[in-house]
């Protein structure tokens, strides 16, 4: 459900602003916000295959990969079956991946991170670069 909501709050709302006039598609804001909305798409579709798997904790990332994102931060993620953990380890573990990111976006010199999320002998890894 969180993605339903994720889809109508960001590319469902794009579209149809796009589709009514609302907005100048060409400018380079208009570009850049369906830019990352099309790479929030990418993801989904990647993950369809496993998305029950692990919910909590890929629904948990993909917040902070959008609010990094949404900070002007192009984020690749991949999920590879990141394990089930209770949904406070899921938002202690999102939080981290946030800050992490903050830091690449403000000191590592690049517009481009990297966040990898998945399962070892039952424990959760979560590497952002």
């Given at each position: 459900?969180?993605?339903?909501?994720?889809?109508?709050?960001?590319?469902?709302?794009?579209?149809?602003?796009?589709?009514?006039?609302?907005?100048?598609?060409?400018?380079?804001?208009?570009r850049?916000?369906?830019?990352?909305?099309a790479?929030?798409?990418?993801r989904?579709?990647?993950?369809?295959?496993?998305?029950?798997?692990?919910?909590?904790?890929?629904?948990?990332?993909?917040e902070?990969?959008?609010?990094?994102?949404?900070?002007?931060?192009?984020?690749?993620?991949?999920?590879?079956?990141?394990p089930?953990?209770?949904?406070?380890?899921?938002?202690?573990?999102?939080?981290?991946?946030?800050?992490?990111?903050?830091?690449?976006?403000?000191?590592?010199?690049?517009?481009h991170?990297?966040?990898?999320?998945?399962?070892?002998?039952g424990?959760?890894?979560?590497?952002?670069?």
């Amino acid at each position: 459900m969180a993605h339903h909501n994720a889809l109508h709050d960001t590319v469902l709302a794009t579209l149809t602003a796009i589709a009514r006039g609302g907005v100048d598609a060409n400018t380079p804001m208009m570009r850049e916000r369906c830019a990352r909305e099309a790479a929030y798409l990418r993801r989904l579709v990647e993950q369809a295959d496993d998305r029950e798997q692990a919910s909590e904790v890929r629904a948990a990332l993909e917040e902070s990969v959008r609010a990094a994102e949404a900070l002007g931060l192009r984020v690749t993620a991949r999920y590879h079956e990141p394990p089930a953990v209770p949904g406070e380890i899921a938002l202690a573990m999102a939080r981290a991946a946030t800050e992490a990111l903050n830091n690449v976006r403000c000191h590592a010199g690049t517009g481009h991170a990297f966040l990898t999320a998945a399962g070892d002998s039952g424990r959760l890894i979560v590497t952002v670069v």
